[in-house]
């Protein structure tokens, strides 16, 4: 049995967790530029802009803010879709590969001295028991 301050415990250490710098980072790249260029890279090189909305969670009005800027830095380039020229779409410059590398790289950098503390074994475990926190939601039950 679970003891009732268990929830609460946990509520302030991922909270206290979230809002560490890093973290703050990380959580707010995810949904926006970096989130858009790691999508292109990782998963979808092209790919409309309605459906990079829908995938990352974001308003439309944001997706065109964060692709304004991306299309200024030379990171993505837009064009009209040649089936529907209502579609807009979307795909990643080698400039937006090499910066989605750049950002991956300086995450995985701030989070090896965590991992270096915590260690092979505890990191595995970490890893494990946030997929089954991620995971709780979808489950109904």
Do not use: C, W
């Amino acid at each position: 049995m679970l003891e009732e301050n268990q929830g609460e415990e946990l509520y302030n250490l991922l909270a206290e967790l979230i809002n560490q710098k890093m973290n703050r980072m990380v959580l707010d790249s995810i949904r926006g530029e970096y989130g858009v260029l790691r999508h292109l890279s990782d998963v979808e090189d092209k790919i409309s802009a309605g459906m990079l909305t829908e995938r990352l969670h974001v308003v439309p009005s944001r997706m065109t803010d964060i692709l304004n800027s991306l299309e200024k830095k030379g990171l993505i380039r837009r064009y009209k879709d040649e089936e529907d020229k209502r579609r807009v779409n979307v795909r990643i410059t080698e400039a937006g590969r090499k910066e989605a590398q750049e950002k991956r790289d300086y995450i995985s950098q701030e989070y090896r001295g965590m991992f270096q503390v915590l260690g092979r074994e505890n990191t595995q475990e970490l890893i494990r028991l946030l997929g089954i926190v991620v995971g709780y939601h979808s489950h109904p039950g």
